[in-house]
């Protein structure tokens, strides 16, 4: 019984609970007992929030007793410990927020609250979301269900392996440069980055400002496309979120792609890319071919400056976010009497080395004589890789790729080369520069049974169209319901 509601898409569970055939605080319980169960291997989980949980799943019962029937009643999710939850712990993954507790809760969770949705509780990430792996995370290293010496990505790697591993139907993370699609294609779900501005950023404890999107992680594209919907659309809290409507998500998963116009470019097929990812990728993009969709090839010339161009944004927008963080206003305060001492000692033993290491390459690129060189710079190439995108789009409805440049890596292989570490998000962080929509389906596995993530990028505010290529190939595949061997 138990491993059985584990196993449940959203889909089915809601259609299950609709139907009286269990209730959610069974549904619950059931996830918090697989919670224990493997959560001491796999470490997904900064903070487990049992009674909570249970209390919410009753009252969702209350609740459809009372004929209430919200889109995610009793669903049990889990929820990226950068996101703020009132009256539950929000580290970050740095010491610099233990023991923080917020006094609300952000928009993307409460909306999901306010669908009727349970939380089990607050997912590991690298700190700051400044990672690939949650290796950076200042607790510990979160692993890969499909093999526990690998890591499951980042930095939403605890949300990404919870749901791999059956701990939660669904989750929230986020993504800056690849936090969300990374970790999806390293654990084998489905996952989606919105368009900048889809989803409100209330409530995110910032990186990057002009980068940071919430996203969806789920066992198949309908439950990422339903969460998504739930929480999307605009904020007055904030102010970079769009106002525009909300389309249906759910109904846009026709499974009909005849005539969909697919662009595969050239700069994603590279030296350093795993064969077997090429292979499963190529394979993916035959197969929707075969569906009716048709494939060429297209170039987007500025891919290359990605990566030096997000090592300058990211880093300088967080040095100058993280300046908050000071020992006064949240977290433990290492007081030596003075001020300057103060801050001294609160954020050189709070933050980790690679906040540390992001906060001095982005106070430089943003310092007086260098600011030109580096950081308006870089802003420059920037557009000249959302103009890539542009006109890719005038020729092409979605275009295809590769996730990551290889399938989950060994726990330590990296941590001590932030380069290579850096590279993981090499095909990845164009879709955050440019704004745009950036989902992941699994297709395939390699050698070693690692999952591979195909990953389907639209352009801005065409969340629907993507959701629908997506689908459209999960549909025709079943490399989503494999399970890893736990
Ligand atoms: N891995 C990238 C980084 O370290 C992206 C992280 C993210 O998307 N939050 O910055």
């Not at 986020?174 to 989803?199: F, N």
């Not at 389309?247 to 590279?270: C, H, M, N, Q, W």
């Not at 003075?338 to 906040?355: C, I």
Request: charged fraction near 20%; charge should be negative.
């Amino acid at each position: 019984m138990t491993t059985d509601l584990t196993d449940l898409t959203i889909t089915q569970a809601r259609d299950k609970l609709r139907a009286g055939d269990i209730s959610a605080v069974q549904l619950t319980q059931a996830h918090l007992d697989r919670i224990h169960a493997l959560d001491p291997q796999i470490r997904a989980f900064l903070t487990i929030t049992d009674e909570k949980a249970l209390d919410a799943a009753a009252q969702a019962d209350q609740r459809r007793q009372q004929g209430d029937d919200a889109p995610l009643l009793g669903i049990p999710l889990a929820i990226k410990d950068v996101l703020i939850t009132k009256g539950v712990p929000t580290t970050c993954g740095s010491h610099i927020l233990e023991g923080f507790v917020p006094p609300y809760t952000g928009t993307a969770v409460q909306k999901l609250f306010d669908a009727g949705a349970v939380m089990l509780g607050k997912t590991n990430t690298d700190e700051f979301a400044m990672g690939s792996s949650t290796e950076n995370s200042g607790y510990f290293t979160t692993h890969n269900p499909w093999d526990l010496d690998r890591v499951p990505g980042g930095s939403s790697g605890g949300s990404a392996a919870a749901v791999a591993a059956g701990m939660a139907l669904g989750a929230l993370g986020t993504d800056t440069g690849g936090s969300v699609r990374q970790p999806a294609a390293l654990c084998g779900i489905s996952a989606i980055k919105p368009s900048y501005g889809r989803v409100s950023r209330y409530g995110l404890i910032a990186f990057a400002s002009s980068l940071d999107q919430i996203g969806t992680f789920g066992r198949t594209v309908e439950d990422v496309a339903l969460l998504l919907g739930t929480i999307a659309g605009h904020d007055p809290r904030d102010s970079t979120s769009m106002p525009l409507p909300v389309p249906d998500y759910s109904a846009a998963l026709t499974g009909d792609i005849r005539g969909l116009r697919i662009g595969v470019p050239k700069e994603y097929f590279i030296g350093g890319l795993q064969p077997e990812i090429e292979r499963a990728v190529r394979a993916a993009i035959e197969q929707m071919a075969a569906g009716g969709a048709e494939v060429c090839e297209i170039s987007l010339p500025h891919t290359e400056y990605a990566l030096p161009v997000y090592y300058l944004i990211a880093p300088s927008e967080a040095s100058a976010n993280l300046a908050r963080f000071d020992g006064v206003r949240y977290g433990p305060r290492h007081s030596q009497g003075e001020m300057w001492p103060t801050y001294k000692a609160t954020r050189g033993q709070g933050f980790g080395h690679e906040v540390k290491r992001r906060i001095m390459l982005g106070t430089y690129a943003l310092s007086a004589g260098y600011y030109d060189a580096y950081y308006l710079k870089a802003q420059k190439v920037r557009t000249l890789i959302k103009q890539d995108f542009e006109q890719a789009f005038e020729k092409v409805d979605v275009i295809l790729s590769p996730t990551t440049p290889t399938t989950a890596f060994k726990i330590g292989e990296k941590a001590d080369d932030p380069l290579q570490m850096y590279l993981s998000d090499v095909f990845t962080l164009s879709a955050s520069l440019a704004g745009i929509v950036g989902a992941v389906v699994p297709c395939g596995y390699d050698d070693d049974g690692l999952p591979i993530g195909l990953q389907v990028i639209g352009p801005a505010f065409d969340e629907p169209t993507v959701l629908r290529a997506a689908h459209a190939y999960q549909q025709a595949t079943d490399w989503h319901t494999r399970r890893p061997p736990l």
